[in-house]
């Protein structure tokens, strides 16, 4: 499968970022590293998912993306905290 060039440029960022297990950027921060529009960074991204290059797992206004072919995944997202777990009352 033929990727253009935006979309080579998003998935080699987002690449690098799963294999360092670092955060998956926002499309303003994506489309700054490849030195394209805002609009343009957020068309790849999409284009990646759709055509099953990428698998994005979305909490909130964040997301993680795993990379398809190798599995490689960028840093996890937290979810809502645990609810903290009630003491036993000694006095029943």
Do not use: H, Y
Request: proline content about 5%; glycine content about 6%; some cysteine.
């Amino acid at each position: 499968m033929k990727l253009t060039i935006n979309q080579r440029r998003v998935f080699n960022v987002l690449e690098r970022l799963a294999n360092d297990g670092a955060a998956c950027p926002t499309n303003a921060a994506l489309a700054e590293s490849i030195g394209a529009d805002t609009s343009d960074a957020a068309k790849a991204f999409a284009d990646l998912r759709r055509i099953g290059v990428i698998a994005v797992v979305t909490l909130r206004a964040k997301r993680e993306v795993t990379i398809v072919a190798t599995g490689a995944k960028t840093a996890p997202l937290s979810g809502p905290p645990a609810a903290p777990m009630q003491s036993e009352r000694a006095d029943a």
